[in-house]
């Protein structure tokens, strides 16, 4: 009787089982069928090489839908390299990239062809393998050669490449009202086009010194559409300078409060910023960017303490989540997806394993979120030194001082503040981080609707500063210096590079009334807004009607559901332990173990019993 119960799909002993199968699957690969492993690497290496190719003919939705499938083909490569590749990393990513395609099919059929493309590409060159896996670790094989002939439909483009570039404002249809900030990078005007206002960006082509540092914004606008993210409106170049046009922000940094008007920063107004910032890093995250600069200065705040985030120019691109519900991959790539020695931001909100060179992934952008927090709660910067090499050091230990007597929004500060990535509150679990004491008041569905809850007491206090000011750079740079509108002049349409050209749909609508020589007004780009994925379960297995013999198994899904809600297992932990496993048993628990895979640094956190096993309770749509 006792063996049968450890045997039962939902037990420890059946659950550990599972994932000794899925570790060894790659082994046996190995072991027994070289040749096929062999030519997924070198196919996947060849991909990698000829698809990762930097262009400016492609537009940014297109470089972007080209990154995603690229960085699915360097983890696979990876992982199979060091042996560690399963089937959930083939079932969860193909899966994920298909919905991808899906999504652009009626949002963008350029960008849909270049998907597909690659997406195919990906399938033929992974199939045989993942099918091996998958057989080697006794669960259901997926056909992925139905899966490629329903992929197989053609996607014609019916946006023509002159259309956009001939939208594009002209320099002469921009109005200079007032500039409101400058940087390393350029200068932003306060501006309008016809009837709209907007923030107007000029960056000097000079500035940037690789094509890959010059496209990252413009790829940013054109993949982002949340209240809590500036919205770009337009990018394209000028005869020496790269113009972005945003929407214009009557609001002022949140550093700016920080600095000159603490008595509007209390434990209410906290609140509402950093719930609103967990909901805008959470939704970035989502589509695949890591911002990588969040501090103070890049936050915006309304005077109903609406947040919104800004400066997209070091944001850098990795594997999003567009498959509804919770992926391994993505809770894995959360800690370590990046390798590359890379370092851009703020060094004050730069995490520990950036200044020590370690894998990161989007995990630092919840650290800075900690230092913003930190600030927040007690107006100073947690780490600080008389230079830079004492500054490191100190971030490096990863030590805080924190004021005496613990608050519920210090508490959380100590959970973003953490030196080891895999124990910080991130975006592979943002329930931890939504459930929180401290936001126990804190109306989510609203934090991330358009207009927030009015805070009177933020509202009433301001005294009109909320309005961007052109003071703000005369201590920094002196407005002379700065390049403006009258020193650029239009490019031809067909000098316009693909890449750093992009136009909203409102704001495409607006200049279509223009150039016809009606008036445009803001109203006209009114557009809705997208959400993040409120799915905290383990996602559907995009391809489970494909599944082959899947009416086989003796064991029916509903009893593995009531193991699984067995509140003695809830809390268990997957560990790694052999046992025997009964074939049929693992195959009726193809999706029971989603389990994230150890890195090179440290063991990730285990998924609970019952989170590992939420696939196991559902069917494909």
Request: charged residues 25%; contains cysteine.
């Amino acid at each position: 009787m006792d063996e049968e119960r450890d045997q039962a799909p939902g037990s420890a002993q059946y659950t550990r089982a599972i994932k000794q199968s899925m570790r060894q699957a790659i082994i046996i690969a190995y072991d027994n069928y070289p040749d096929v492993v062999h030519s997924a690497q070198v196919c996947l290496e060849s991909f990698i090489k000829t698809e990762r190719v930097l262009t400016t003919n492609r537009y940014p939705r297109e470089h972007y839908v080209q990154e995603q499938h690229c960085l699915v083909a360097i983890d696979y490569a990876d992982r199979i390299a060091k042996k560690r590749f399963n089937f959930l990393d083939a079932r969860e990513d193909l899966g994920n990239l298909a919905v991808l395609y899906e999504e652009f099919v009626s949002r963008d059929p350029r960008a849909a062809v270049t998907s597909l493309r690659l997406f195919r590409a990906l399938v033929q060159i992974i199939s045989e393998l993942a099918s091996l896996i998958e057989n080697q670790t006794r669960v259901q094989i997926t056909n992925w050669q139905s899966v490629l002939e329903f992929y197989a439909i053609p996607v014609t483009s019916s946006v023509k490449t002159e259309d956009i570039a001939n939208l594009l404002p002209r320099v002469s249809q921009i109005t200079e009202i007032k500039v409101l900030g400058a940087g390393g990078f350029g200068a932003i005007y306060h501006v309008r086009v016809g009837n709209i206002n907007l923030s107007g960006k000029l960056v000097p082509t000079a500035k940037f010194k690789t094509t890959k540092q010059a496209c990252a914004e413009k790829v940013v606008g054109s993949m982002v559409n949340s209240p809590l993210l500036v919205r770009y409106h337009a990018c394209y170049q000028t005869s020496h300078a790269y113009v972005t046009l945003m929407e214009y922000i009557r609001g002022v940094d949140l550093q700016r409060i920080i600095q000159g008007r603490t008595n509007f920063l209390n434990d209410d107004v906290n609140k509402i910023i950093l719930a609103q910032l967990g909901l805008a890093l959470q939704y970035l995250h989502y589509r695949g960017f890591i911002h990588r600069d969040i501090k103070p200065s890049n936050v915006m705040i309304h005077p109903t303490c609406r947040v919104q985030l800004i400066d997209f120019d070091t944001c850098k691109i990795c594997v999003g989540r567009f498959l509804s519900g919770n992926q391994n991959s993505f809770i894995r790539r959360t800690f370590v997806e990046f390798n590359d020695g890379e370092s851009a931001g703020t060094l004050y909100f730069l995490p520990p394993e950036i200044l020590r060179r370690k894998p990161y992934g989007r995990a630092m952008d919840w650290w800075a979120l900690g230092v913003t927090s930190y600030q927040l709660c007690s107006g100073k910067l947690p780490f600080r030194g008389y230079n830079e090499k004492i500054l490191k050091e100190r971030i490096k230990k990863g030590h805080v001082k924190y004021v005496s007597g613990a608050t519920l929004h210090q508490e959380l500060t100590k959970k973003l503040l953490v030196k080891f990535p895999t124990q910080r509150i991130t975006s592979a679990r943002f329930e931890d981080y939504k459930n929180h004491a401290w936001f126990g008041s804190v109306d989510w569905h609203r934090m991330g609707c358009i207009d927030p809850a009015p805070l009177s007491c933020f509202f009433n206090a301001h005294d009109g500063t909320f309005s961007p000011k052109a003071d703000m750079v005369a201590h920094k740079v002196k407005a002379k210096k700065l390049l403006n509108f009258s020193q650029v002049y239009d490019l031809p349409a067909h000098e316009q590079e693909p890449l750093f050209t992009l136009l909203s749909r409102g704001f495409e609508y607006s200049m279509r009334k223009l150039h016809s020589g009606e008036m445009a007004s803001e109203s006209d780009m009114t557009e809705p807004f997208e959400s993040a994925d409120t799915n905290v379960k383990f996602s559907k297995y995009k391809f489970n009607s494909y599944l082959i013999g899947k009416n086989k198994s003796k064991i029916k899904q509903e009893s593995i559901s009531d193991t699984l809600n067995n509140d003695a297992f809830e809390q268990e932990v997957i560990t790694e332990q052999q046992c025997s496993l009964d074939e049929e048993s693992v195959k009726e628990a193809e999706q029971a173990a989603p389990i994230a895979a150890s890195t090179d640094e440290d063991d990730l956190p285990q998924a609970t019993l019952h989170q590992a096993a939420q696939l196991a309770n559902t069917k494909a749509d």
